[in-house]
Every structure is written in C-alpha cells, then in structure tokens.
Nanobody, 122 residues
C-alpha cells in the first residue's frame, strides 16, 4: 500500500509562485511506483491532469500550464514537486498528487493524495 501526502498549497496573488511537494510512503514502495504527477480540480469543473513525470524523468504538461509549471522528482526521497510560477486566478483549484505502478499516468492512477488547496487572487 502506498500513501501520498501533499504540502505547499496556499493563497497567493496573481503573478506569484508556489511549490507543491508530495511524499510517497508505504511498504514495497520502490517497486510500486513509476509514474507520478499532479492533477487539479476547480469548483464545478472536472479533475484535469496538470503535469506528469515517469521513472525515467520524461515530463508532460497540460497546455494551460506549459512554460509556467515545472514538475520534478527525487527518487531517493520518493518525492515529486510542482513548481508553479506566474500563477493566474484560473489556476485556483485543489491540487492532487497521484502515482501509478505503470510508467504512464492516465485518468485512473493507482494512488491519490488527499489534495492541497491553491488559491490565486487577482
């Protein structure tokens, strides 16, 4: 079993930056996780995939955040980060960390975190 715990969500002004972190823990975790990433869900909207990174370090971003957000991971610490710059009010959402035993993070990851709130004021 794998647990994901996010941190770093906050209230920030438009144009500001935040760094989200997610730590994975559990038994046999080294063999349980390959792809990791971040999703977000704004009020009244569907959850969307924001950024993913596989075990080899290949990254993928949603078009709305490309050039502003950067995902990275530290395999030794079982941690994934999301650096968010030039934040916009439309980035306001609950951000969820996710992980999968495969090397592709699809619509139904194996593991989810509890979410962390990011609010961007105009």
């Amino acid at each position: 079993q794998v647990q994901l715990v996010e941190s770093g969500g906050d209230l920030v002004q438009a144009g500001g930056s935040l760094r989200l972190s997610c730590v994975a823990s559990g038994t046999g975790i080294i063999f349980s996780i390959n792809a990791m990433g971040w999703y977000r869900q704004a009020p009244g909207k569907q959850r969307e995939r924001v950024a993913t990174i596989n075990s080899g370090g290949r990254t993928n971003y949603a078009g709305s955040v490309k050039g502003r957000f950067t995902i990275s991971r530290d395999n030794a610490k079982n941690t994934v980060h999301l650096q968010m710059n030039s934040l916009k009010p439309e980035d306001t959402a609950v951000y969820y960390c996710a992980a999968d035993s495969s090397n592709v993070l699809g619509s139904k990851p194996d593991y989810w975190g509890q979410g962390t709130q990011v609010t961007v004021s105009s």
